[in-house]
């Protein structure tokens, strides 16, 4: 089930080595992903209402504002930490974080992963809902709301990370020579 109605008091650490090897990819374009906000926002109307809304910076702020404009939410915050360069996931490092409990707050971020991440956010703001489109199996227990499960050794190809160029035919790829 995609939404949790309360969040567990003790939430499990993200398992040693959780990211893994990444053995898939899964590209989301600019209408799947507004798409995809869409249907988050409507699991959340009904739990609303919201004081404000918390963006997970770089990956929530797009889902974000999506979020904030369908459920007309004016006040949006940033809690910014920087995880990932480019592909690898290194040491978290809070650049920005937020004041409160996180009462009456909706958290919101593109993908929750390892959980490395969500965990220093839950741990900031334990009292907000937290809210993701895309959810791996080793971070999942760490979000209330969710719209995709994708498998750990996915790798998701957010429009912001792609750019439009020429690929070969498929034929092509498996012709020898």
């Known amino acids: 089930m995609a939404v949790r109605k309360s969040p567990a008091k003790e939430l499990p650490a993200p398992a040693p080595g959780a990211q893994g090897a990444i053995t898939k990819t899964f590209p989301v374009g600019w209408d799947e992903l507004h798409r995809n906000a869409r249907a988050l926002a409507w699991r959340l109307l ?10 997970v910076t770089r990956g929530g702020l797009v889902p974000a ?4 404009r369908e459920l007309d939410i004016r006040l949006v915050d940033t809690v910014c930490i920087a995880s990932y360069d480019d592909r690898k996931q290194g040491k978290p490092v809070v650049l920005k974080p937020v004041k409160g409990d996180g009462a009456g707050w909706l958290i919101v ?3 929750v992963d390892t959980g490395r991440t969500a965990r ?3 741990d900031m703001l334990p009292k907000a809902h937290f809210a993701t489109i895309y ?3 080793a971070g999942r227990p760490l979000v209330d ?13 957010f429009p912001w990370d792609l750019d439009l160029q020429h690929a070969p035919p498929i034929a092509a790829a498996r012709s020898p020579g």
Do not use: C, F, M
């Open 145 to 157: 709301t969710y719209i995709t499960e994708v498998s750990q050794d996915t790798w998701i190809l």
């Open 109 to 111: 971020d593109d993908l």
């Open 65 to 68: 504002a999506i979020v904030a």
């Open 135 to 137: 959810a791996k199996p």
């Open 46 to 55: 009904d739990l609303r209402p919201w004081q404000g809304i918390v963006a």
């Open 120 to 122: 220093i956010v839950r």
